[in-house]
């Protein structure tokens, strides 16, 4: 993390070959609500205070960012392809082999997830809300990258700073649409304080798809830092509404 630790950021554990983080809040240029370090271009923020921010993060890493215009879907770009800088990108997960694309999502209290091989020579990163990781986007990213290395064995995978099932409340309809699809979703809900109301462990149930996808050959890290309780740090959505949105970055650091 040598370059990386120039702007506050937290990690998982160190891995040869790879630079991966998440930003925090602090270190940039944005004011009120979405002090300081905002990055996301559609928070209500300053045009040019969110540039700003993104000119910092660009000179630490030495590159542009591969940046989303994230739906909530399940869409994965093949950053390998070279896309126009100005060209939208519809997409909430991207999947690269080359050293020289940096990639990137925005979040403010969805998961952040990173996946990549033991060698470190394909790397995918995905936004999952609720509703990407029960449409399954880390299955689409795990396809790609398992299309770019079929020969890989071993699989390693970091969930960043999300919000933590004690403050993320569901309604019956996130309860159903999980666990009517996969019963065995059921032990990630506990009952809410309120009639019809579930706590969802969204970290847990990414986890297990993982498993899944790679059965008995990857090997998950979590953050366990919760995007709504740490207000010095991070940005949540659910605590408020008018906030920024930090960025987790991955970048294969071996041609």
């Known amino acids: 993390m040598e370059h990386a630790s120039l702007i506050p950021n937290v990690s998982g554990p160190d891995q040869s070959g790879l630079l991966y983080f998440c930003t925090t809040r602090i270190g940039g240029s944005s004011s009120g609500e979405r002090a300081s370090l905002n990055l996301g271009t559609n928070t209500g923020d300053d045009p040019l205070q969110v540039q700003a921010n993104r000119q910092r993060l660009r000179d630490v890493l030495g590159a542009e960012p591969v940046w989303l215009q994230q739906v909530h879907g399940t869409d994965v770009l093949d950053a390998d392809q070279d896309v126009l800088p100005d060209e939208p990108r ?75 099932q004690p403050c993320f409340e569901v309604g019956q309809e996130v309860f ?44 998950v890290y979590f953050s366990q830092l ?5 207000s010095e740090r991070f940005y949540s959505y659910r605590r408020s509404p008018q906030t920024g949105r930090q960025a987790t970055i991955a970048r294969l650091t071996s041609p």
């Open 90 to 164: 519809l997409f909430d997960a991207a999947v690269t082999t080359r050293s020289d694309r940096v990639l990137a999502i925005l979040t403010a209290d969805c998961l952040p997830v990173v996946v990549w091989d033991e060698r470190a020579s394909v790397v995918g990163v995905a936004h999952a809300g609720w509703r990407g990781l029960q449409a399954g986007v880390l299955a689409r990213m795990m396809a790609l990258i398992k299309q770019r290395r079929p020969q890989a064995q071993q699989w390693r995978a970091w969930i960043g700073p999300a919000i933590s």
């Open 176 to 219: 159903d649409a999980f666990v009517q699809a996969d019963p065995a979703n059921r032990p990630f809900f506990i009952a809410g304080q309120q009639a019809g109301k579930w706590q969802a462990d969204l970290s847990g149930m990414a986890a297990r798809q993982l498993e899944l996808l790679c059965p008995g050959d990857i090997q």
């Open 226 to 230: 919760c995007t709504y309780t740490e």
